[in-house]
């Protein structure tokens, strides 16, 4: 699986976007972009995954450039509820491929 | 919730004992896999299974074993356990094609 680099820490504003960036420059073409997170010792929550298509769900959007080295989370809206720990990880689709965390980036909203 | 359920949450033992951690999928998903997460590793992949069978394995130590039952569900055994076992481990579940899923996990103490 591709590696990942993200910032260590970002902060932002409650009521304002939360812009997570991830570097993932070896990906290869069948590998997809998976974020996580994890709310304090929380077990890891699902977010979003793609391809090569942007993404949005009722969470978060996900934006991939399009030579796929890079891609953004996008919290539209953030809460103080969405300070956590987001893990951004790619890997090839299916259950024969294992998510492999790495340290992630802290975004703390604050009030 | 998730749909994956990890029992107990908490566990307290003392050094040398052996414990069983358990893990029930989400309904229909045939793969679980476990994690280990202590304060200076960040999540650690320990073993993957898929319908019965073990699939991949990780940092696992020889001391950890694991299994997947006809049911689906998994057991995690770790014997002769040393005070560096302490740690949050994690289990998760997906299905053909799907993301995973992950539990809420047991916070196990050894003292």
């Known amino acids: 699986d591709a590696k990942t680099t993200q910032p260590p820490s970002m902060d932002c504003a409650e009521g304002r976007a939360a812009n997570l960036p991830c570097n993932h420059s070896?990906?290869?073409?069948?590998?997809?972009v998976y974020w996580y997170r994890q709310i304090h010792s929380q077990g890891p929550q699902y977010i979003i995954h793609?391809?090569?298509n942007n993404e949005t769900n009722e969470m978060a959007s996900l934006i991939i450039t399009e030579d796929r080295k890079s891609s953004t989370l996008i919290l539209p809206h953030a809460t103080l509820r969405d300070t956590a720990v987001y893990y951004c990880?790619?890997?090839?689709?299916?259950?024969?491929?294992?998510?492999?965390f790495g340290k992630g980036i802290t975004l703390s909203v604050r009030p | 919730d998730s749909g994956v359920t990890q029992t107990p949450k908490h566990l307290i033992t003392a050094t040398g004992q052996r414990v069983t951690l358990r893990c029930s999928p989400r309904?229909?998903?045939?793969?679980v896999y476990w994690y280990q997460q202590s304060l200076d590793q960040g999540l650690q992949f320990l073993i993957q299974?898929?319908?019965?069978?073990?699939?991949a394995k990780g940092n696992i130590l020889e001391r950890f074993s694991a299994q997947q039952f006809p049911d689906l569900h998994s057991e995690l055994n770790l014997s002769s356990l040393e005070l560096g076992d302490s740690a949050l481990y994690f289990c998760?579940?997906?299905?053909?094609?799907?993301?995973?899923?992950f539990g809420q996990g047991t916070r196990l103490t050894v003292v």
């Open positions: 998760a579940s997906s299905g053909v094609g799907s993301e995973a899923f």
């Open positions: 299974y898929y319908n019965g069978e073990e699939r």
């Open positions: 070896t990906i290869s073409g069948n590998e997809y």
């Open positions: 309904s229909g998903d045939l793969s």
């Open positions: 793609g391809l090569k």
């Open positions: 990880i790619v890997k090839l689709p299916g259950a024969n491929s294992k998510l492999t």
